[in-house]
């Protein structure tokens, strides 16, 4: 559920510009998120307000105990925040280790299963990258699915030059 609730909101309110924009041009977002992973703060704090709110519909985790809460939040926000292309190699390294481990004839696979905290990482690792994978995935779907993105990605690129020209700002 908390992957499922991630992927639902890793794009909540975005305002069809990308992190650097934000940041070269001062908006207040990136003022308020320190110009770090700019967009996917902004959008899992937004999530949270939504969810938060006693008076609408959404408030999804009114009857979680503070403790069941409190990871739920901290899982999302892993999440979320795993969708900026400025981890994209972080992940990469990942699933590399994760796979020489698994062809690594030597390897005793139980050693780490002890190691709770390790073994924690890993599963939140492994849904960053899952949720990660997803986010980019478009170039994997049916050519039509594809097509249809690529468009909206390319016109909101060339909004965002436009902007930029506007601006006299390196596109």
């Known amino acids: 559920s908390i992957l499922l609730l991630s992927c639902i909101c890793h794009d909540y309110k975005h305002p ?7 940041k ?7 003022i308020k998120y320190n110009d770090i992973s700019i ?12 969810i938060n709110d006693p008076n609408n519909e959404y408030n999804i985790f009114q009857d979680l105990d503070n403790n069941t809460y409190k ?10 925040l795993s969708t900026d292309m400025s981890f994209h190699n972080l992940y990469i390294d ?3 280790k994760c796979c020489e481990k698994k062809n690594n004839p030597n390897n005793n696979n139980n050693s780490d299963i002890t190691d709770e905290k390790k073994k924690n990482e890993d ?49």
């Open 94 to 96: 990942f699933l590399k």
């Open 123 to 171: 599963y939140q690792n492994y849904m960053n990258v899952l949720i990660h994978s997803a986010d980019i995935s478009n170039p994997t779907k049916p050519f039509e699915i594809y097509f249809q993105w690529a468009e909206l990605v390319v016109k909101e690129f060339y909004e965002q030059g436009d902007k930029e020209k506007k601006l006299n700002m390196p596109c």
């Open 16 to 22: 069809g510009v990308n992190n650097n924009y934000l």
């Open 39 to 50: 967009l996917e703060n902004m959008h899992i704090a937004e999530t949270f307000k939504l």
């Open 24 to 30: 070269e041009t001062r908006d207040k977002i990136a």
């Open 71 to 80: 990871q739920f939040r901290k899982e999302m926000i892993s999440c979320v």
